[in-house]
């Protein structure tokens, strides 16, 4: 699987939108990108994922750009309980059998 | 339910001692996991079963043993451990061992060994 750079730490204010950036510059054309955050005290969560199209649902949205070497998950309207290790993670489903490999992640801190 | 229930929270263990993590899910779920994550790290796999039989077992050492009883339960089974593995030991657990299914994890038992 492709290895993932991701920003060490990043402060996002309450309400405002939070855009977390993954670089992949080695990624593959079979490769997914994967986000997972991590609540303190918590288990990783899943959030979403995607191949080369940008993909949202009721938690975010993944923009992945054209060339697939970088992408960014955005909470639109962070809240508090956003505050969390968010891991991008690139992954071959063909072959990951079920293999999740976390990378260093980016700490979220959202402040009132 | 998309629960995954893990037991105890909390385990203070010593060195000669024996005990047993417990992991449960009612999902319906035929892959499950174990993952150990070190203080300020990411987690890390350690096992992955898949319909009841060891799948992947990413060179952990033998003082840790993993068991399937039944699809809903996972067990980690500990003796003689040593101070270094204290750690949060995270189940999981997802539809199936394809990449597309997503992991579905537990709160994590806080492991201490003195």
């Known amino acids: 699987d492709a290895k993932t750079t991701q920003p060490p730490s990043m402060d996002c204010a309450e309400g405002r939108a939070a855009n977390l950036p993954c670089n992949h510059s080695?990624?593959?054309?079979?490769?997914?990108v994967y986000w997972y955050r991590q609540i303190h005290s918590q288990g990783p969560q899943y959030i979403i994922h995607?191949?080369?199209n940008n993909e949202t649902n009721e938690m975010a949205s993944l923009i992945i750009t054209e060339d697939r070497k970088s992408s960014t998950l955005i909470l639109p309207h962070a809240t508090l309980r956003d505050t969390a290790v968010y891991y991008c993670?690139?992954?071959?489903?063909?072959?990951?059998?079920?293999?999740?490999?976390f990378g260093q992640g980016t700490i979220l801190t959202v402040h009132p | 339910d998309t629960e995954v229930t893990q037991t105890p929270k909390h385990l203070v263990m010593g060195m000669t001692n024996k005990k047993s993590l417990k992991c449960e899910q009612h999902?319906?779920?035929?892959?499950m996991y174990w993952y150990k994550q070190k203080a300020k790290k990411p987690p890390e796999l350690m096992f992955v079963?898949?319909?009841?039989?060891?799948?992947i077992n990413e060179s952990v050492p033998s003082r840790f043993s993993p068991e399937c009883p039944n699809s809903s339960l996972l067990n980690l089974h500990l003796h003689a451990l040593q101070p270094e593995d204290s750690a949060l030991y995270l189940c999981?657990?997802?539809?199936?061992?394809?990449?597309?299914?997503?992991?579905?994890f537990g709160p994590g038992t806080r492991l201490t060994v003195t």
């Open positions: 999981a657990s997802s539809f199936g061992l394809a990449g597309r299914y997503e992991q579905y």
């Open positions: 080695t990624i593959s054309g079979n490769e997914y």
């Open positions: 995607g191949l080369k």
């Open positions: 993670i690139v992954r071959y489903l063909a072959t990951s059998y079920g293999k999740l490999t």
């Open positions: 999902m319906g779920h035929r892959a």
């Open positions: 079963y898949s319909y009841e039989k060891l799948s």
